[in-house]
């Protein structure tokens, strides 16, 4: 392990640096905060630790760069006002080929809580997940409320609808204009589409809907955007 002092360090003003967006997606990396979040991330995209003195011990296993630092300097590092004491650099895995027959397909999902809940639904319901026009997964918000999971998910961002089509799966709607979803069928290979929270599914990828289904409900006009894209995932692949 190697001590550093000075929040000047160059190696310091990287890590702080990823705090930005446009610097993660320079890099391709991103900051996994606390040290439940840095044992679930596996140990291949761990690229470097930081951490306060008092938590060095939990760290002596770990092959990567180490380095011990001050409390000043792991305040600047860390997004929290209350932070945990170690903050980790990480690779991003983000996946160009579509390799499952079940994908959730997130369009302009803004809300960082919305996102963590409904990426690790995925990963534990089998969908890999389309992020196209949403809040940055790997801000830091959505890292937290991931947990683990954004090292687990595959995971694609950008515009992917026409892809999607070409390789033959069915481009489902959640939408309330859509029929019931019991009485849905089931297709072989699904995208499962849940559009922005205020606004719903964008009309372009509405066109390209091959059917628009919507969850039944008793006294309320709608669900939360994590709620409904769960109990639909779960409908259509189990």
Same mark, same amino acid.
């Given at each position: ?9 160059? /190696? ?7 705090? %930005? ?6 890099? !391709?990396?991103?900051?996994? %905060? ?13 690229? @470097? ?7 060095? %011990? ?16 792991? $305040? $600047? ?55 196209? !026009? ?16 954004? @090292? $687990? ?7 992917? /609808? ?9 481009? /489902?709607?959640?939408? #309330? ?5 019991? @009485?849905?069928?089931?297709?072989? $290979?699904?995208?499962?589409? #849940?559009?922005?929270?205020?606004? !719903?599914?964008?009309?372009? #990828? /509405? ?13 309320? %006009? @709608? ?16």
């Amino acid at each position: 392990m190697t001590e550093i002092t000075s929040s000047d360090n160059k /190696i310091i003003k990287h890590a702080a640096a990823l705090k %930005e967006k446009k610097y993660r997606d320079l890099y !391709g990396e991103y900051l996994v %905060e606390g040290l439940r979040g840095v044992s679930d991330t596996p140990r291949d995209v761990l690229r @470097s630790i930081f951490c306060t003195k008092q938590n060095a %011990e939990a760290l002596k296993d770990y092959r990567c760069d180490v380095y011990i630092v001050t409390e000043k300097i792991m $305040k $600047k590092l860390s997004d929290t006002d209350n932070f945990s004491g170690i903050v980790a650099v990480a690779a991003k895995a983000e996946f160009p080929e579509f390799n499952g027959d079940y994908v959730v397909y997130l369009d302009r999902i803004r809300d960082p809580g919305n996102m963590g809940a409904i990426i690790r639904t995925a990963v534990a319901a089998g969908y890999e997940v389309v992020c196209d !026009g949403c809040v940055d997964v790997y801000n830091a918000k959505v890292v937290r409320s991931c947990v683990s999971a954004l @090292s $687990k998910v595959r995971l694609h961002v950008g515009n992917f /609808i026409d892809i999607l089509r070409q390789k033959g799966y069915n481009i /489902i709607g959640a939408d #309330i204009r859509g029929k019931n979803m019991f @009485s849905s069928q089931k297709p072989g $290979k699904v995208c499962l589409v #849940i559009g922005n929270e205020a606004n !719903g599914i964008c009309d372009e #990828i /509405i066109a390209n809907c091959d059917m628009l289904c919507r969850i039944p409900m008793q006294n309320m %006009e @709608s669900l939360n955007a994590a709620v409904s894209a769960g109990i639909l995932m779960y409908y259509f692949k189990y």
